[in-house]
């Protein structure tokens, strides 16, 4: 075997790093901004905005096997990930502005193109979404190699995240603040734009090391690799968890900001507090597991990012200063839980690859993508209900009953799902001795059958 050949080059890793934050950067302002653009901009009914969130979430969740089932079917002179995203990454950014186009019309009008733009933008969003995870599994055989791609996957995300949060208030007020609805058109062209060009380049600069099988892998055995993989099934419990967290939050920021602290030029401080803990946490990350257990890290990481999302709503929510410190560490809690669990995702693959004999990278982290969809879309339904219920209408004034409520959904929803993402991790038992097995085998049957580029 060549291992040079597997040695993943740093232009590589920092291309893959850049074109997932501008993934982000375009998925975390549709998270944080498009049901208030519904609800506050163009007058659509909260309920009906929910409404139409939730579909268009739940079709998008179902299009992710899907979409990982063509991925791993493709056979193309770029590979089975990249052509999607050197030619798919454009249509991202036309779909994007699109959804932030407001169309002068009825009401009625506006629904109905409020609805079709969004279900085509997640639809869009995925067949580059799917791409651009599982690229990290085939960029070498060297589960080291990997693990850093995935950590700089991990970090850019996170940076994409920091700038959507950050840097989108200040660009909003450029154009007219958060109530002006142009300042989200020309917000929408720059993340796009910025996000398409990076993911371009991501599929022009990486190389997939690991080849696919010759022969194209049937709808049922892409099942089986799913059905048959218990380790996965569980993993999938603990990232739908893990996803929900960070959605939920995403989701509710800009209504916490305003509602509960008082002004939306919190969320860049929130933002700060987020890059600081996640990163911080990212980095820490493979210390810890160099010298801990992956599950022990993990349960000891959920514990205590419980008791530091709990902590603000029971001492006092409307203190900023309080709120951001243990946000933050909540946040850092949140990044150590994101590497080890997609470090799992990638064990996972190459347990089934020894137990059917071929590779499916596109439809396992298919599951991911699909998970955080599905934790999106829930946590997307809990805001809807808690607007309903909270009688919440747009440009209402501050109430107790809002900031309780807000602050109940950014604080203790979180805490609660942490302890229930120790749960399906308790009974994963894909330790550190059988994977070395796995590896063993896998670099012994490439080796012999040579299909490392």
């Known amino acids: 075997m060549d291992n040079n050949n597997n040695e993943v080059k740093f232009v590589e890793k920092i291309t893959y790093s850049t074109g997932i934050l501008g993934q982000n ?58 052509p999607y995203l050197i030619f798919g990454s454009f249509l991202i950014g036309i779909i994007t502005i699109l959804c932030f186009s407001n169309v002068s019309s009825s009401l009625n009008i506006k629904i109905a193109y409020a609805a079709i733009t969004y279900i085509l933008w997640g639809m869009i969003f995925t067949s580059c979404d799917i791409p651009i995870w599982a690229l990290s599994s085939v960029v070498s055989s060297k589960s080291k190699e990997r693990d850093q791609q995935i950590t ?44 398409c060009i990076l993911m371009f380049f991501t599929g ?29 099934l569980l993993l999938m419990i603990a990232l739908f968890i893990v996803n929900f967290i960070n959605s ?20 860049t401080l929130i933002g700060l507090s987020l890059v600081i803990g996640m990163l911080f946490g990212m980095i ?42 243990l946000i ?16 799992m995702l990638v064990d996972t693959i190459d347990y089934a690859e020894v137990q059917n004999n071929f590779r499916s990278e596109g439809i396992v982290f298919s599951m991911n993508t699909f998970l955080t969809k599905l934790g999106a879309t829930i946590s997307r339904l809990i805001l809807g209900v808690s607007l309903v219920v909270l009688k ?52 012994n049957r490439r080796v012999e059958d040579g299909s490392n580029a």
């Open 25 to 82: 950067l375009i998925y975390n302002m549709m998270a944080m901004y498009i049901l208030f653009y519904f609800t506050d901009i163009l007058s659509i009914p909260a309920s009906i905005a929910s409404v139409i969130i939730i579909i268009a979430s739940l079709w998008d969740a179902v299009n992710d096997p899907i979409m990982g089932m063509i991925a791993d079917n493709t056979r193309s002179r770029w590979g089975k990930f990249r």
């Open 152 to 195: 700089f996957g991990k970090v850019g995300a996170t940076i994409g995240v920091v700038i959507s949060s950050v840097l989108s208030v200040p660009i909003l007020n450029l154009f007219g603040g958060e109530r002006a609805s142009k300042a989200y058109f020309y917000l929408a062209i720059i993340f796009a734009g910025v996000g």
């Open 204 to 232: 022009i600069f990486s190389r997939e090391r690991i080849k696919p099988n010759v022969n194209k892998i049937s709808f049922k055995e892409n099942i089986k690799t799913i059905i048959f993989n218990k380790p996965l």
């Open 248 to 267: 939920i939050r995403q989701s509710v920021q800009i209504y916490f900001a305003v509602y509960t602290w008082g002004n939306a030029n919190y969320m």
């Open 284 to 325: 820490i990350s493979p210390f810890l597991l160099s010298k801990f257990k992956k599950r022990n890290v993990y349960f000891i990481t959920c514990i205590c990012a419980c008791i530091v999302s709990a902590a603000p709503y029971f001492i006092d929510y409307s203190n900023v200063t309080l709120g951001l410190i």
């Open 328 to 343: 933050g560490l909540s946040f850092l809690f949140s990044g150590i839980a994101m590497i080890i669990t997609t470090s």
């Open 392 to 443: 919440y209408v747009e440009n209402a004034p501050r109430t107790p009953r809002l900031q309780s409520g807000f602050s109940f959904m950014v604080y203790i929803i979180p805490a609660i799902a942490f302890l229930l993402a120790i749960i399906p991790i308790y009974f994963y038992k894909l330790d550190e001795v059988e994977l070395k097995k796995i590896k063993s085998i896998l670099e």
